[in-house]
């Protein structure tokens, strides 16, 4: 086993008092602090707005701007004529390793498409978001690019998103963040 | 009896202003650190009155957009929890240390000149509190006598560790106690009073003709070993071992409700104290640059005449002024600086501080003497 020594620099006179790097981090930590205190009060009168005081973002009111690529909730994307693009051919809910996926199939009426999708439900209290989905989608029917991300219930049936929800993300505000108005869900 | 009514209006606006302070630090302290760490800090406690006192809503947009009462929401909290009284715990003392800590705390404030003497309605004012001639014992004494409270805290906790740490505190002041009052020795010696108020009075001279004879520049080694061993009496973070809010167990751990609040108070009441000693001893006290009895002279030979009231009031305005910049001064600081370890702060206060305000009383008695 070799020894490695480390040679400590020898500390001089005013190293040792720590006046020195006392002064540079008062000098450090009171330049953020005028800076910051200046703009966060510019900020507040609305001014210089690109410049932020704070890295703070306040989340309920502002969101984190968030990669383009990040997996958020779903949607189902649509054809020009607004009915959804999945041909209900069963590969996502085939290859969802959570099994949230439910698909009810039914006969299209357009002989060059052969199905549709009667039902198509996400249960999000039980999906994982791994995108399994959205790769394996033959149709690009199926995309996680709504950037929802504040998923929250008073229960686990509102979880579940339906059809109509996954098509127009956010059109159901009954679905999602509303109180039950039952007393209590049965599942 | 109109005496007494003076000075009790006098201690009552003092006090008040002292608490406002102490209780605004709380404010100040989540508000500065998260500034000068990039953050917005507390901004979340609002007064929001119903619709139909709109106007009211209009008044409080800005304090409760700076968080302000977050310092109110605490001491709410602080009266509606539990007040716990360990098992086994000398219930007398445990409740009496909290108070003793805050009420020596306080009464140090009496002695502190915060304004000259006002010439008001045929009477003459003494803007302080008590005009003791021996004001800066009296001050020492007081801030002493502290270490009771928390002595008392730790010990009738029944808590081994309480205890420690009210036998750490008490080692730590008492340390520090004595460089403090050593490294004032020079300023008594070079303003010749004990008195406060002679002192406050003797720093309105000028040096060359432009510099103001303020402490910081006839004893600048005494104002460095003074601050130092006053943050350490404050109990407040560089030196900050007898609580160590994070780690380790202080003498208050058995303390909870408003009798933590108390304690919690006196730290920030000692640290608005060591800025008002701060300001009497060093930056001058009440004292404006090249501000006289009839207003300002300047050495460049322009002057301003002011009327009486106004030259009072620009005093205790520059009072004011300099009590909030220290008091900026040891948020920065306790925000910057780390924790000391115990060996090193014991010898800080032994081997460093203490010779340096030695050696500074003996240079500033030669001094004294040869001068005459």
């Known amino acids: 086993m070799a020894t490695k020594l480390i040679k400590r620099r020898e500390l001089t006179f005013w190293d040792k008092t720590y006046l020195p790097s006392i002064g540079l981090g008062l000098w450090i930590t009171s330049k953020h602090f005028f800076r910051n205190l200046s703009f966060q009060l510019l900020n507040s009168i609305g001014l210089f707005k690109k410049t932020r005081g704070a890295v703070t973002f306040e989340y309920p009111e502002e969101q984190r701007p968030l990669s383009k690529r990040t997996r958020s909730r779903h949607r189902l994307t649509q054809r020009p004529d607004g009915t959804p693009r999945c041909v209900a051919c069963m590969m996502c809910e085939t290859v969802c390793p959570a099994r949230c996926i439910n698909i009810v199939a039914g006969e299209h009426p357009d002989p060059n498409i052969e199905k549709y999708p009667v039902s198509f439900d996400i249960d999000l209290g039980m999906c994982v978001y791994c995108g399994y989905c959205v790769e394996v989608c033959p149709e690009d029917a199926i995309r996680m690019d709504t950037q929802i991300l504040d998923t929250a219930a008073y229960s686990r049936a509102q979880m579940k998103l339906d059809l109509g929800e996954l098509l127009n993300p956010r059109s159901n505000p009954g679905l999602l963040f509303a109180r039950p108005q039952v007393p209590a869900q049965k599942n | 009896m109109e005496a007494v009514l003076i000075k009790s209006a006098l201690a009552g606006a003092f006090l008040g202003m002292v608490l406002n302070l ?99 309605a045929g009477r003459s004012v003494n803007l302080q509190v008590a005009d003791v001639n021996a004001g800066l014992l009296f001050v020492f ?53 004990l008195s406060l108020q002679d002192i406050v009075r003797a720093q309105g001279h000028l040096f060359f003709g432009w510099l103001p004879a303020w402490g910081i520049f006839v004893q600048p080694l005494a104002f460095f070993l003074f601050m130092t061993a006053a943050l350490a009496e404050t109990k407040r973070v560089p030196f900050d071992l007898p609580e160590g809010e994070s780690e380790i167990i202080g003498y208050f751990v058995e303390y909870s409700g408003m009798k933590f609040g108390m304690f919690f108070l006196t730290d920030l009441v000692e640290t608005v104290l060591v800025a008002c000693l701060m300001t009497t001893f060093f930056l001058g006290g009440w004292q404006v640059p090249y501000l006289g009895p009839e207003g300002f002279a300047f050495p ?65 008695s030669l001094v004294v003497a040869w001068r005459g």
């Open chain 2, 22 to 120: 102490a209780g605004l630090l709380t404010w100040v302290e989540r508000k500065q650190s998260a500034v000068m760490q990039d953050r917005l800090g507390a901004n979340r406690a609002w007064i929001v009155f119903p619709k139909w006192l709109a106007p009211l809503n209009w008044l409080m947009w800005i304090p409760n957009r700076l968080g302000l009462f977050h310092s109110l929401a605490d001491a709410v909290k602080m009266f509606l929890k539990e007040d716990f009284v360990p098992k086994g715990a000398d219930r007398l003392l445990h409740t009496l240390a909290p108070a003793i800590s805050v009420v020596f705390a306080l009464s140090a404030f009496a002695a502190i000149p915060f304004g000259d003497v006002w010439h008001v």
């Open chain 2, 141 to 193: 004494a007081m801030m002493s006598l502290g270490v009771y409270g928390v002595i008392l805290a730790g010990f009738a906790s029944n808590n081994n560790y309480a205890y420690l740490g009210g036998m750490r505190a008490a080692s730590q002041m008492l340390s520090y106690e004595i460089t403090m009052g050593v490294a004032v020795m020079g300023v008594v010696l070079s303003y010749g009073s």
């Open chain 2, 300 to 364: 460049w030979g322009a002057s301003i005449a002011l009327p009486h009231g106004a030259v009072i009031g620009l005093g205790v305005l520059s009072f004011m002024l300099k009590v909030a910049f220290f008091n900026w001064l040891f948020m920065q600081i306790r925000w910057t600086l780390p924790r000391f370890r115990y060996d090193q702060l014991m010898r800080l206060g032994w081997k460093i501080l203490f010779p340096a305000s030695l050696v500074n009383v003996l240079v500033t």
